[in-house]
């Protein structure tokens, strides 16, 4: 009948054959493997079954009496069917920086693994690789295979080599109920303060708080003041002269501890601005400030600015280079159309002592050679050129004339009888 059906049904004939062909291939496996051997007495040529895994062959198999096998005795093992007639010695001792992970029996030979913190490398244990700051463990390192790190992603940091920490998110500091004094970067956690503006009076450490105002105009202002020598003035003096508003005798202390004569001068100004700002006698200079202040905000129609770009402005740019791990704390946490401006702002912390029109005339010549994108060396010529051309600097100016002139007023150790 099932001839029959086989000879009427090809596709019934396909389903019997591939039925024998599995039911063939169990047979196969369940087979004892076979080794040859020739009677020593009748010089016979025997096919004598294997021993199984953990004994050895006793005696070969004969005409009439097939293989004879026994245990391995202790401290000896045969993994896989053999028909040798001794078993093999275990492993009595790891190596170097290894532990025992499994002890040896009759089938399996004793397992030795790095220790912990260590690696297989070739034959050797090798210490697992620590992240650098900057980076963070995603796959801790296992007996056979190293450390699995990976650049933090944005808002995650990681501030030394370890090689079991994974990236740590950032301290947000609005949840905190505290203001943001700077922002973290792929290697340090946010610095967290109070709301007291005199607490973020910081000269040793950039900012980058994205929302408050750049000031790249102020910080060119204060720097054409410089060939006035307004550091060579006491801040004291500086204090009494300035209209409106005092700035408070603390703040002027806490100035004087932290910043350098140059800075003090820029950082009391700043102080005495925010103390004033609405007051009317201050207004046109103040005003012209912010007038610039807005002006060069307008500059930041560039959306599509990469980190590559603004590292290679960062480049263009003389005296001190801004770090790169600042440089990606402005991509993390800014704004697109602010990158250029806090990346000048970072600059010019850097560079306190430089002019800014004039630092980026040296980044237009230097990114022109380099064949950078139009849109880009379009803008920053507009801000030099609004940052070259401002004249509030001429109202700061006023306010220090009477200063400057009363020379006697911050001359030291003056003879009496002049």
Same mark, same amino acid.
């Given at each position: 009948?099932?001839?029959?059906?086989?000879?009427?049904?090809?596709?019934?004939?396909?389903?019997?054959?591939?039925?024998?062909?599995?039911?063939?291939?169990?047979?196969?496996?369940?087979?004892?493997?076979?080794?040859?051997?020739?009677?020593?007495?009748?010089?016979?040529?025997?096919?004598?079954?294997?021993?199984?895994?953990?004994?050895?062959?006793?005696?070969?198999?004969?005409?009439?009496?097939?293989?004879?096998?026994?245990?391995? =005795?202790?401290? *000896?093992?045969?993994? /896989?069917? *053999?028909?040798?007639?001794?078993?093999?010695?275990?492993?009595?001792?790891?190596?170097?920086?290894?532990?025992?992970k499994q002890q040896c029996n009759s089938t *399996?030979?004793?397992?030795?693994?790095?220790?912990?913190?260590?690696?297989?490398v070739v034959e050797f244990c090798i210490t697992?690789?620590?992240?650098? =700051?900057?980076?963070?463990?995603?796959?801790?390192?296992?007996?056979?295979? $190293?450390?699995?790190?990976?650049?933090?992603?944005?808002?995650?940091?990681?501030?030394? $080599?370890?090689?079991?920490?994974?990236?740590?998110?950032?301290? /947000?500091?609005?949840?905190?109920?505290?203001?943001?004094?700077?922002?973290?970067?792929?290697?340090?956690?946010?610095?967290?303060?109070?709301?007291?503006?005199?607490?973020?009076?910081?000269?040793?450490?950039?900012?980058?708080?994205?929302?408050?105002?750049?000031?790249?105009?102020?910080?060119?202002?204060? @720097?054409?003041?410089?060939?006035?020598?307004?550091?060579?003035? =006491?801040?004291?003096?500086?204090?009494?002269?300035?209209?409106?508003?005092?700035? $408070?005798?603390?703040?002027?202390?806490?100035?004087?501890?932290?910043?350098?004569?140059?800075?003090?001068?820029?950082?009391?100004?700043?102080?005495?601005?925010?103390?004033?700002?609405?007051? $009317?006698?201050?207004?046109?200079?103040? @005003?012209?400030? /912010?007038?610039?202040?807005?002006?060069?905000?307008?500059? /930041?129609?560039?959306?599509?600015?990469?980190?590559?770009?603004?590292?290679?402005?960062?480049?263009?740019?003389?005296?001190?280079?801004?770090?790169?791990?600042?440089?990606?704390?402005?991509?993390?946490?800014?704004?697109?159309?602010?990158?250029?401006?806090?990346?000048?702002h970072l600059w010019k912390t850097a560079n306190?002592?430089?002019?800014?029109?004039?630092?980026?005339?040296?980044?237009?010549?230097?990114?022109?050679?380099?064949?950078?994108?139009?849109?880009?060396?379009?803008?920053?010529?507009?801000?030099?050129?609004?940052?070259?051309?401002?004249?509030? *600097?001429?109202?700061?100016?006023?306010?220090?004339?009477?200063?400057?002139?009363?020379?006697?007023?911050?001359?030291?150790?003056?003879?009496?009888?002049?």
């Amino acid at each position: 009948m099932s001839a029959w059906i086989a000879k009427s049904n090809p596709a019934m004939k396909l389903i019997v054959l591939f039925t024998a062909s599995l039911s063939w291939a169990f047979q196969q496996q369940a087979v004892t493997p076979k080794y040859q051997y020739r009677d020593p007495v009748t010089s016979d040529l025997l096919l004598c079954d294997q021993c199984p895994p953990g004994t050895a062959v006793k005696r070969h198999c004969t005409a009439a009496a097939p293989t004879e096998c026994q245990a391995c =005795p202790e401290s *000896h093992f045969a993994e /896989n069917w *053999h028909w040798g007639d001794t078993c093999q010695y275990c492993t009595s001792v790891c190596k170097e920086r290894q532990l025992v992970k499994q002890q040896c029996n009759s089938t *399996h030979d004793q397992l030795c693994e790095c220790a912990p913190g260590f690696h297989l490398v070739v034959e050797f244990c090798i210490t697992h690789s620590n992240c650098p =700051p900057g980076y963070g463990v995603t796959a801790l390192g296992t007996p056979v295979s $190293d450390t699995v790190c990976e650049r933090c992603p944005a808002g995650h940091f990681s501030s030394g $080599d370890s090689s079991t920490e994974p990236c740590q998110p950032l301290r /947000n500091c609005s949840d905190l109920g505290l203001k943001t004094l700077r922002w973290g970067t792929s290697t340090s956690d946010s610095l967290c303060g109070t709301q007291d503006k005199t607490a973020m009076l910081d000269c040793s450490q950039p900012h980058t708080l994205c929302h408050t105002d750049v000031t790249l105009c102020e910080e060119a202002v204060f @720097q054409s003041l410089s060939s006035l020598r307004l550091s060579s003035v =006491p801040l004291e003096r500086l204090l009494e002269s300035l209209p409106g508003r005092s700035v $408070d005798r603390k703040s002027l202390e806490r100035l004087k501890k932290a910043c350098s004569p140059q800075q003090q001068v820029l950082q009391l100004l700043r102080l005495w601005r925010e103390q004033n700002k609405d007051q $009317d006698k201050m207004y046109s200079i103040i @005003q012209g400030v /912010n007038h610039c202040e807005r002006k060069v905000s307008r500059c /930041n129609g560039l959306k599509n600015l990469t980190l590559g770009d603004l590292l290679k402005v960062t480049n263009s740019l003389p005296g001190v280079r801004v770090q790169q791990e600042d440089v990606r704390a402005v991509v993390s946490t800014c704004l697109p159309r602010q990158y250029i401006l806090q990346l000048l702002h970072l600059w010019k912390t850097a560079n306190y002592d430089l002019d800014l029109a004039k630092g980026l005339s040296h980044s237009l010549r230097v990114l022109r050679s380099q064949g950078a994108p139009r849109q880009l060396l379009k803008v920053l010529k507009k801000i030099s050129r609004i940052i070259g051309t401002t004249s509030a *600097h001429k109202m700061y100016e006023k306010m220090f004339v009477s200063v400057l002139h009363d020379e006697s007023c911050f001359k030291a150790h003056k003879p009496l009888n002049e």
